[in-house]
């Protein structure tokens, strides 16, 4: 495990990035290391964790059509930087037009993400490592927070979006997309733009807990498609997007 000072030194240096430049990508190690320093249970069910992204159902708000997304989705909130973060709920999930505009406008009810994924320490230790991070970028906020367990499918007569409404901001004040894992796909390109849509950068979430974290009123982000290295074996992509919002 990194020591004290090199945690100290890469929290710090995360938090400079994404000040300077409205996000920054965090590589797998860095992640785990911060959260067991937080926890040392932070990722012991890490592999039942992973395992809930098996047989969600699928999206059926796609206006595209599409039959590439399955999800799952829950709504918390925290009062502060360091009070106990509560689920809410369970409550339809709404983006407006300007912020999606492929499959916004409606409230979507997509199935509630189940309770023991919430409650697990893999979960708990993302969610507070966002609060932490989100709340020294944005001191004395109370926050709203949503979670979307998200896996795209790829086959060989169907590209794999994750991102199908193109480049965008969610609406939000930050954005963490945390890998969970990658199963015989290629491409899944991670692209950061500016807001009128000029890249900044590129990066591709490969190993678990690789993990991009946005400034959604900086920079708008996109993902390319994927497509299945062995059409002949199942192909997807398993993330988990949190979002923080200051609570109205």
């Not at 906020?141 to 901001?169: M, Y």
Request: proline share 5%; glycine share 4%.
């Amino acid at each position: 495990m990194a020591s004290t000072h090199s945690l100290l030194k890469l929290r710090e240096d995360l938090l400079t990035t994404v000040a300077k430049t409205g996000f920054s990508f965090c590589p797998s190690a860095a992640m785990q290391a911060w959260l067991l320093a937080q926890s040392a249970e932070a990722l012991s069910d890490w592999n039942q964790f992973a395992d809930s992204w098996n047989e969600m159902p699928l999206d059926e708000y796609m206006a595209d059509g599409g039959r590439y997304r399955r999800r799952r989705y829950a709504v918390l909130n925290a009062q502060s930087g360091s009070s106990e973060i509560v689920l809410e709920a369970h409550q339809p999930h709404y983006q407006s037009l300007n912020y999606n505009t492929l499959n916004g406008g409606i409230a979507r009810d997509f199935e509630a993400i189940k309770a023991s994924t919430v409650q697990s320490h893999s979960m708990q230790a993302v969610l507070k490592f966002c609060q932490k991070v989100f709340s020294e970028l944005m001191p004395d906020t109370p926050w709203h927070i949503e979670c979307h367990q998200f896996r795209i499918e790829a086959n060989d007569n169907s590209l794999g979006k994750p991102t199908p409404e193109g480049v965008h901001r969610d609406g939000v004040d930050f954005v963490l997309v945390m890998m969970v894992k990658r199963q015989n796909i290629s491409s899944g390109t991670t692209t950061m733009h500016d807001l009128e849509h000029k890249t900044l950068d590129s990066f591709t979430l490969t190993e678990p807990l690789d993990v991009a974290i946005v400034n959604d009123h900086r920079c708008m982000h996109g993902v390319t498609p994927i497509v299945p290295l062995d059409p002949a074996q199942p192909a997807y992509r398993d993330v988990l997007v949190v979002t923080f919002k200051k609570n109205q």
